[in-house]
């Protein structure tokens, strides 16, 4: 039987972030990015799921007053489809929710329907649009969110 853990994210853990980053992304986020957002952003959060003692996927959250916004999740594509999503996000919101978060909302990709399945799933709806929000391709970006 595997082993899953879901952690605080660590420094020790930015080389399989970026990796991780580098699969499922096309703009990506550096590790000095993380660097910057782990020790020096008091609103953020970032975690971690492992399974077997390997990352095998990420995700972030910044929470300012009650309001919780996904900054991002991923998992390695060789995982995928295996619930492992689902956990770290159900792991984020219950982290949500205990540090006094009311409301959660997001940025979808207008193209990802998987993930899109996936919020909604969790409650989140859709509740706007922001016009080219991804600088890689100009694409529209779905803003989803739900009432914790």
Same mark, same amino acid.
């Given at each position: 039987?595997?082993?899953? %853990?879901? /952690?605080?994210? *660590?420094?020790?853990?930015?080389?399989?972030?970026?990796?991780? *980053?580098?699969?499922?992304?096309?703009?990506?986020?550096?590790?000095?990015?993380?660097?910057?957002?782990?020790?020096?952003? &008091?609103?953020?959060?970032?975690? %971690?799921?492992?399974?077997?003692?390997?990352?095998?996927?990420?995700?972030?959250?910044?929470?300012?007053?009650?309001?919780?916004?996904?900054?991002?999740?991923?998992?390695?594509?060789?995982?995928?489809?295996?619930?492992?999503?689902?956990?770290?996000?159900?792991?984020?919101?219950? &982290?949500?929710?205990? /540090?006094?978060?009311?409301? !959660?909302? !997001?940025? %979808? /990709? +207008?193209?990802?329907?998987?993930?899109? /399945?996936? +919020?909604?799933?969790?409650?989140? *709806?859709?509740?706007?649009?922001?016009?080219? +929000? +991804?600088?890689?391709?100009?694409?529209?970006?779905?803003?989803?969110?739900?009432?914790?």
């Amino acid at each position: 039987m595997s082993n899953i %853990v879901i /952690r605080p994210m *660590e420094l020790k853990d930015l080389d399989q972030v970026e990796e991780i *980053e580098r699969k499922s992304f096309t703009s990506v986020w550096t590790k000095n990015l993380y660097k910057k957002e782990l020790l020096e952003n &008091h609103f953020a959060y970032y975690f %971690v799921i492992e399974k077997d003692d390997k990352l095998i996927g990420f995700c972030g959250l910044w929470l300012v007053l009650d309001e919780a916004q996904v900054t991002n999740i991923a998992v390695d594509p060789q995982y995928r489809g295996q619930g492992y999503g689902a956990m770290l996000f159900q792991y984020m919101l219950n &982290h949500a929710m205990t /540090r006094g978060a009311t409301n !959660l909302s !997001l940025e %979808v /990709r +207008y193209s990802n329907y998987t993930a899109q /399945r996936l +919020y909604q799933k969790f409650g989140l *709806e859709k509740a706007g649009i922001r016009k080219n +929000y +991804y600088t890689d391709n100009n694409e529209d970006a779905i803003v989803m969110w739900v009432r914790l």
